[in-house]
């Protein structure tokens, strides 16, 4: 009987205080975002900054030469310091012209591919160039850069191409240009440069191709009503519009190509990049403290890029 008497009482208590809360997050707007963005926040500052807070700690330790133990009872700027030896400076600068590269040429390789995309293509076009453009992302990442690797190889399908068309001497001559060149294509800088093209370009497209798509077509039917040329229009109209697709693109493929050791290990010649450096220094040296101090450089870059960015205006369209 006690039971039975306090079940009918519960339970609207129960709906009262469910109805009291859902009442609550409705007017209060941001307490419901605050109950929807507090758990991931928590998970991002635990997991990553507390990852990187990890890392910028080991940066500051030391390795015992002899033991090759890491010596965490000191703190030392040595590791620091080591970063400027000229070695290291040109290991920076040649990932960092290398990663300017990838992202200017997927640029220029992206633009006509997103507008097309976004202007012209329709229904089952629209679909079918959709599935051009991330059909190389449903396959394995090291499929593709070994399938690369075959093609790019000294009796690969490029250098057969270019043997029928009698333009052997041109890919002769890029090999033997001095920077770039190799022995052939897999085993040069030129190869490595193509590879992260293609691995990066669709995370060029997509952003570029959703900023297209926002421009008003009335913005580019009044700019030909005023008498501008296409090339006009294209740069005072269509370029700035563009330009938050674009920076979100190059966020992509600059960083990527920054932190990425396995392509220049796979594709190319010995010359060192960030990535290589630090997966030999923590995998093979075992000298986590330097490794951790080199694994800064690219966030550094990165939040220099980031900074150049906003201040030329990339993000305000966002």
């Known amino acids: 009987m006690t039971m039975a008497a306090t079940l009918p009482i519960a339970q609207p208590a129960r709906r009262g205080a469910l109805r009291?809360?859902?009442?609550?997050?409705?007017?209060?707007?941001g307490l419901a975002l605050a109950a929807l963005l507090v758990p991931p926040l928590l998970w991002f500052g635990v997991v990553y900054l507390g990852s990187l807070f990890a890392l910028l700690a080991n940066s500051f330790f030391a390795l015992d030469e002899f033991s090759g133990v890491v010596d965490r009872s000191t703190l030392t700027l040595q590791n620091f310091r080591d970063l400027f030896d000229p070695a290291n400076l040109d290991v920076v600068w040649r990932t960092v012209l290398m990663a300017?590269?990838?992202?200017?040429?997927?640029?220029?390789?992206?633009?006509?591919?997103?507008?097309?995309?976004?202007?012209?293509?329709r229904g089952p076009r629209k679909a079918l160039l959709y599935i051009a453009v991330m059909l190389p992302l449903w396959s394995s990442y090291l499929v593709r850069l070994?399938?690369?690797?075959?093609?790019?190889?000294?009796?690969?399908?490029?250098?057969?191409?270019?043997?029928?068309?009698h333009l052997g001497w041109l890919?002769?001559?890029?090999?033997?240009?001095?920077g770039i060149g190799g022995p052939s294509l897999s085993f040069s800088r030129l190869g490595t440069?193509?590879?992260?093209?293609?691995?990066?370009?669709?995370?060029?497209?997509?952003?570029?191709?959703?900023?297209?798509?926002?421009?008003?077509?009335?913005?580019?039917?009044?700019?030909g009503d005023l008498g501008a040329r296409g090339a006009t229009t294209f740069?005072?109209?269509i370029f700035p519009l563009a330009m938050p697709g674009i920076a979100a693109g190059s966020i992509f493929t600059f960083s990527l190509t920054l932190g990425d050791?396995?392509?220049?290990?796979?594709?190319?010649?010995?010359?060192?990049?960030?990535?290589q450096v630090v997966y030999r220094q923590q995998g093979v040296a075992g000298n986590v403290p330097f490794a951790a101090a080199f694994s800064l450089v690219p966030i550094v870059v990165i939040g220099a890029y980031l900074w150049f960015a906003k201040k030329l205006g990339a993000f305000d369209a966002l």
Do not use: N
């Not at 992202?103 to 012209?120: D, Q």
């Not at 992260?196 to 580019?220: D, T």
């Not at 392509?263 to 960030?274: A, H, Y």
């Open 146 to 165: 070994y399938a690369w690797k075959l093609l790019l190889a000294k009796e690969g399908a490029i250098g057969w191409v270019l043997a029928e068309l």
């Open 20 to 29: 009291r809360l859902s009442d609550a997050l409705y007017c209060h707007r």
């Open 235 to 237: 740069w005072r109209v």
């Open 261 to 275: 050791y396995i392509i220049p290990q796979v594709i190319g010649d010995s010359t060192m990049f960030i990535g």
């Open 171 to 178: 890919l002769d001559a890029l090999l033997a240009t001095p």
């Open 193 to 223: 440069f193509v590879v992260f093209v293609y691995m990066w370009l669709p995370f060029m497209i997509l952003p570029i191709q959703a900023a297209i798509e926002r421009i008003p077509g009335s913005l580019i039917e009044a700019s």
């Open 100 to 121: 300017t590269a990838v992202t200017l040429a997927c640029t220029v390789i992206a633009f006509p591919i997103a507008y097309t995309m976004a202007r012209y293509a």
